[in-house]
Nanobody
């Protein structure tokens, strides 16, 4: 069974470029991994997905982060990353990673597409 744990959040200056990590146990190379975020009072929002390395590791992004966020995976380290660039006031949130077998589906940005979730890591804007 896949277990996920996010890290890398914290205080970030506007315009900063933090990298979040999603450490996995239980066979990461078989799973597609996505990143979501949830700001206070808002629904959980899907951001990006990377298919399993046992398939093609293809990446998908929602329009709001395309060109600014990058999802990648390092199976040797059992970790998926989310590189965030040019942080805006809309980016602070709790960031979650989620997993499902093999492929990012056409509904990769929907929470119900995923069976496994981490506990989240908080990204907060520093003043």
């Amino acid at each position: 069974q896949l277990q996920l744990a996010e890290s890398g959040g914290g205080l970030v200056q506007p315009g900063g470029s933090p990298t979040l990590s999603c450490a996995a146990s239980g066979g990461l190379d078989y799973y597609a991994i996505a990143w979501f975020r949830q700001a206070p009072g808002k629904e959980r929002e899907g951001l990006a997905c990377i298919s399993s390395s046992s398939s093609d590791s293809r990446t998908y992004y929602v329009d709001s982060v395309k060109g600014r966020f990058t999802i990648s995976r390092d199976n040797a380290k059992n970790t998926v990353y989310l590189q965030m660039n040019s942080l805006t006031p809309e980016d602070p949130a709790v960031y979650y990673c989620a997993g499902t077998p093999v492929f990012c589906t056409s509904k990769y940005n929907e929470t119900w597409s995923y069976d496994y979730w981490g506990q989240g890591t908080q990204v907060t804007a520093s003043s």
